[in-house]
Each structure stands twice: as structure tokens, then as C-alpha cells.
């Protein structure tokens, strides 16, 4: 079988580690320039590793094929240094967080850190560059793919494929799209976007909760109805921005060497919509455009607690010093941007948070907006035979983990396993 791979991300690395030592031609389709670019694969920034059954997708995978992935990634380390821990398995701490009407999350981590991320990757690349039956191709921005008979073809290329699978990640939404306008029938579902903000505090606030499990992930109903979630926890992290093709918002990782005296972590609300509305990549964006507005061209914006809490716009910081270099960020007033059921659901769960983790509601905390997680369309693979989409790009995965272990897992289908 001849197999086009487009994209050379966590879904593509978990589909080739399945796949190449049988006799299948692989051609893997890459956009970015080569393998050192800044811009190829999800497993850049971070890299946390979880191993759960309540984070990670919209997919039900196995325990023990996530544990198989994630010792795969470290064995592609230097030296299989990675912090580990664990999240609520203290059951003093899940009562105290569930007492307050909190759903904290379990999970299994391991954090590679960005700084040892590129080497993993180089290193996996070479491992797949050596199978004489995989080629890639760099510089490669596929736009569409072309289903003729039982043949499938790439970007109006002569060269016929038996399968393509689609492994772009949130950065191909274009080409998605374009498959999803061919293929409507594909859809199951897209109505969700999270949106947000990234909250910034001193590390000693949350010592013990980082000491214990370092990710901190919990869930929790607002008296606005929303779900409230905390996702991506950076003890001693650096607060960063985030560039999509017109707009910016905000993020935030940590390193293994270097440290700051701050943890951040995002705060975020889903908002689904129902009909007539089908766009949150443009209800979020429009939302994210605004906020660039206010802070100027290529900001965002950041504010204090206690000003987020009462709308007022803030031109001084007090202790807490932003992570974050000052020529990204503006002091300005996030609620002229924000809808205020969206405000108010941050506002409730950060008060609620204060009852089981004093001084994290502090009116000097650091405010930084926007940040949002935009969820891909939802995609059925049953309907078609030849083309497949996996990893984030199909709306069923979230994580490194989860989308290696898609690709895993359709490697498998397409061997019969
Ligand atoms: C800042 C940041 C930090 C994160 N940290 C973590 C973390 O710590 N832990 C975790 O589990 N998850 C993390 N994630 C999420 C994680 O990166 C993704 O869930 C995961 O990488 C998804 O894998 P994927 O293969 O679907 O897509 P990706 O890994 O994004 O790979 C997609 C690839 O396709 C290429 N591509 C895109 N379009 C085209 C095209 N048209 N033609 C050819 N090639 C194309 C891209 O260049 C890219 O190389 C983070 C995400 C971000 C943005």
C-alpha cells in the first residue's frame, strides 16, 4: 500500500511508529521547512504528558497504550530525565476541591520540558528517515486532496496514493476545511470553543498544590451555567504569546532549567452554542481581534485581579511581576472585550478557587487575556475509506498523548490489528 501522511506532528510520529517495520511506502508530507523548523509539530512547547481518562480527547483510549506512548517519547530523550507526579491521588486534596463543588481531574504526568522537546523530536525523525520505505517531503503546504475512483491524489499531483491520512494539527484547518466542504457528511459536530483568560500568580501561593501534583486541572459549574476549567498549569513558568495568522492570544509553558518565581495557568470557559450558530473559529477570533484592538497590533492585554473583577482599566502593577516581556503586553481593561457572562464565570471560579487556595484571589494576581482553545470539527472517519484525518485536526484529541495514540490507532485499523 502506498500511504500520503500530511503532516509531521504527534498523530503522524504515533501512525509511522505503528507502521514502519511493515511493507508499506510512506510519504509524509510536511509544510515547514525541515525538521529544526520553529514551526513543525505540536510536541514543541512543553511537553507535558498525561496519562488519563478524563483529559486528552473526545476518544476513549487504553490506559496502558497511553503509558506505551509516553515511554516512547522518553526514550527519545538525552537522558530519560522527565518530572513525574501525579494528579489528585491525594484524597485529602480531592475532597477539598470536591466539597467546594470543584471535579478535580486525575491524571498521570510526565513533563519533557520545551527545552529537551527538539531533540526528542530529531531524534524520532531519524529513527523513521533510516526505514527505507519512508520519505519526506519538507516545504510541502498541501491545499487539497482529491479522491478519484479508489486512487487519491495531493495537491493536484500525477502521483496516486491508496490512502491519505491527515495528521495537520489546528494549524491545517485550511485544508480541513477544504475537505470538509467536499465531504460534509464527515461532520458530527461544531459548536465548541473555550475562551479565556491566563492567570498569572506568585509561586508561593500555590506551592503545596504544585508540590503535590503539579498539574492542577479541575473543572467546575459557574452560577452562570458555563464550565469552568483550568488547563495547562506552569509551576515557575514563563507566560508567552501565541500567533495565529491575524490575530494573538496568550499561553504559557515551563522549561526544565530555567525558572521564574511565578506560576500561571489558563482559565477557560466552553461556550457551545446551538443553531443557527455554527462558527466558533470566527465567534472566537472576532473575540480575540477585539481584544488585539484594544492592546495593539500584536498584544494582549493584561490587567490586575482586582481591576478584571471590577472593570476598571489598570495602569500599575503592585508585587506580582509579569513573566511576560512588557513589548507584548498592554495594562488595559480585558471587560471591554469580553462578553460579561464570560467575566463573570472566570470572576465566580477564581472566588470559589480562593476558598480552598487562599490568597489566590488577591487583587494583585496578573490578568492576561485573550486565551482560547478552539476545538476542530468533529470528524467521523467511517465515512470514507481511503481518507482518514487523525490527531487534533479531527476534533478528537487535545494532547500529545491522545493524538500520537490516534495515529497509533489507525495504523492499526489499516494493518487489520
Ligand atoms: C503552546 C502549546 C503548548 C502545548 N503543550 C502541550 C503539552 O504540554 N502537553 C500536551 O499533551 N499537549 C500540548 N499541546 C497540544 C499538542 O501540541 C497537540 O495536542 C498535539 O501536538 C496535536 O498533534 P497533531 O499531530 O494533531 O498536530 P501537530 O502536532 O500540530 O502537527 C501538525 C503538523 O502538520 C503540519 N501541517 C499543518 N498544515 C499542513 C498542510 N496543509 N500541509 C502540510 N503540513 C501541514 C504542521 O506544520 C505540523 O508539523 C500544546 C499546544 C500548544 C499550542
Redesign the pocket.
Known sequence: MKIAV????????GFIERIKNEEHQIVV????KDIYSS?????R??????VSSEM?GEMFIDMALQKKLVDFYIANTEDNHVETGKSFSNSNYYKKFYEKGFMPITSDFYHIGTDQLKMVLYNIYEDFKSHHNIQFRFE????NVIINSNKIFVNGLDEAFDKVVV??????H??VSSILKDHPEMILDNTKVDLGIRYEVPDHVVDELNKEMYEFKVKYKSKTGYMVRTF?NNPSGFV?T?NYDDFVTV?G?AKMKEKSKNTNFAILVTIQLTEPFNDPMGYGSHIAKLSNLLAGKGKVILQTYDHFKNSKRTKNLYRVQPTLHNCKYILGDVNLAFPRRIIESIVDFIENLETVIPGIASPDNLVYAPEIKFYSNLIDNSKLDNLKV????SGQ???????TAH?YLMAESFLGK
Not at 508530507?29 to 515547514?32: A, G, H, L, T, V
Not at 484529541?397 to 493524538?403: E, L, N, Q
Open positions: 500530511i503532516g509531521f506532528g504527534a498523530a503522524a510520529i508530507f510536511e509544510k515547514s514551526s513543525i509539530s505540536g510536541i512547547a512543553d511537553g507535558k504528558l498525561f486528552g510541502q503546504n498541501i491545499e495528521a495537520v494539527g489546528r494549524s491545517g485550511k485544508l495547562c508567552v501565541e499561553n509553558h487523525i490527531g487534533d485536526c484529541t487535545r494532547s500529545i498523548i491522545y493524538a495515529g
